[in-house]
């Protein structure tokens, strides 16, 4: 059981280049997220997914496309990359938890994935 | 939106004294308060988390405590050890509704000074 993985580790890229980054999760999630992590930041939502075929925006979406066409896999793309784009990119998924098993007490945590650091010259 | 403002962005602790970072969220419909710990070169990974209706929770070394009215939680870590050094993040959500959206504080790098 590997978790959530995301491919690759590292990446620089040129202005203008485009990429896409991938998270993998075995656990059967229906919930998966992509973050960027800056310096005094912390982590900010860049896109969101509740279930195969849907997405959504998170805080910072612009410059950046995500797809979740398989369960397990959410993607995220960058287009036309920016510096302001250099950032540590990290991956999180969670089960969909029902109304009254939230109020039971079951967590909402979110597992996250080992990152990727993405340069942009 | 929410908003989560997290103290101090870095703390230096000896081994063995207690470690206490804080956090104030605006949004008052916020009832879900989880505690991320992440390690060098890792992932964050949760350590502890609260919900609205409790106003502590326990877990061996480290206890969270939250302020409804205030809007303010704190995590608490005692007898502090090595392993203790990461940056751990705050954070507040909305709950179980829909995807429960986390808002994140800036980050607290802790060091535990042997």
């Known amino acids: 059981n590997a978790g959530v993985t995301q491919t690759p580790k590292f990446r620089v890229l040129k202005t203008g280049q485009s990429m896409t980054l991938l998270c993998a999760q075995d656990m059967n999630h229906e919930y998966m997220y992509w973050y960027r992590q800056d310096p005094g930041m912390g982590l900010r939502l860049i896109h969101y997914?509740?279930?195969?075929?849907?997405?959504a925006k998170g805080e910072v979406p612009d410059g950046y496309n995500v797809s979740r066409l398989k369960k397990q896999n959410f993607l995220l793309g960058l287009e036309s990359a920016a510096p302001s784009q250099t950032s540590v990119y990290f991956c999180?998924?969670?089960?969909?938890?029902?109304?009254?098993?939230?109020?039971?007490?079951?967590?909402?945590?979110?597992?996250f994935g080992p990152g990727t650091r993405l340069t942009v010259t | 939106g929410e908003n989560v403002e997290q103290h101090p962005s870095t703390l230096s602790v000896q081994e063995g004294d207690s470690a206490v970072i804080k956090c104030t969220y605006s949004d008052s419909a916020s009832n879900y308060f989880p505690w991320y710990k992440q390690e060098l070169g890792k992932g964050p990974q949760l350590i502890i988390d609260i919900r609205s209706n409790v106003g502590e929770k326990k877990d061996q070394r480290i206890a969270v405590t939250l302020n409804k009215t205030a809007k303010h939680f704190s995590l608490h870590i005692t007898e502090t050890q090595p392993e203790d050094s990461a940056v751990y993040f705050c954070?507040?959500?909305?709950?179980?509704?829909?995807?429960?959206?986390?808002?994140f504080g800036s980050g607290t790098r802790l060091s535990i000074r042997p």
């Open positions: 954070a507040a959500s909305t709950g179980y509704s829909s995807a429960s959206k986390i808002i």
């Open positions: 997914s509740v279930g195969e075929g849907t997405t």
């Open positions: 999180a998924s969670r089960p969909r938890i029902e109304t009254s098993q939230g109020l039971a007490g079951s967590s909402y945590e979110q597992y």
